[in-house]
């Protein structure tokens, strides 16, 4: 069955592409039923090579549980591969998630932050340099495949409605995907994004 359907989802998104589509999304999940894509960039990598025009936006990588250096090469090359068609979503994906990489959940919000910013480091500077964090530890870093998109491809952060994930793509100028949430506090949501942006010093999108 597992066959079947991931070979019927890339003829949908061929089909997708061919008739204009403007962008295919994907994601990764674990130790999940309802969703049976563990890896978002083998999808992607895939999508790349069944389509030609539409951007592929993989919402998202959960960066915090995966080594930042590799995820950032991976990222990197599938921008190549793609022509500079990738939108990269970061997310912090959920509890059982975290438990299942053998992490505490308590962590995730500090190691989702320092992966962010070391995957940035390695697509803007080159190395070789060190990185010394809080939870990643490389003592050297030397990324050679970089993106064709300068400075960098976009970065989205989906969510589920944490102010504090607001406050912080606000302050990096990243578009904020609020999921599985009332009007209502979508709303309340995207008045806390457009005052922290103002703060930040730049007037956000639609």
Known sequence: KAHVLYNNYHDQYALADE????????NEHHSAYWCMK????????????????AKIALLGNVIALNDPVKMAE???????????RLISGFVRGTAV???????????????????????LKCWTEPGPFRWE??????RMVNPWVVPIQKPRPDIWFPG????????????HGHPYMNLQVIRGQ?????????????????????
């Open 38 to 53: 563990p890896s978002a960039n083998i999808d992607g990598a895939v999508i790349a090579k069944v389509t030609k025009r």
């Open 160 to 171: 589920t409605g944490s102010p504090e994930s607001v406050v912080w793509a606000a302050k």
């Open 19 to 26: 008739v204009g589509f403007d962008g295919i999304m994907t």
């Open 186 to 206: 979508t709303e309340w949501l995207k008045d806390i994004y457009i005052q922290t942006a103002r703060e930040a010093g730049y007037t956000p999108g639609p």
């Open 97 to 119: 998630e975290t438990l299942h990489a053998g992490i505490s959940p308590t962590e995730n919000r500090g190691r989702f932050e320092e992966a962010h910013d070391l995957i």
């Open 74 to 84: 991976e990222l990197a090359m599938l921008d190549c591969i793609s022509g500079g």
């Open 133 to 138: 964090g809080e939870y990643f530890h490389h």
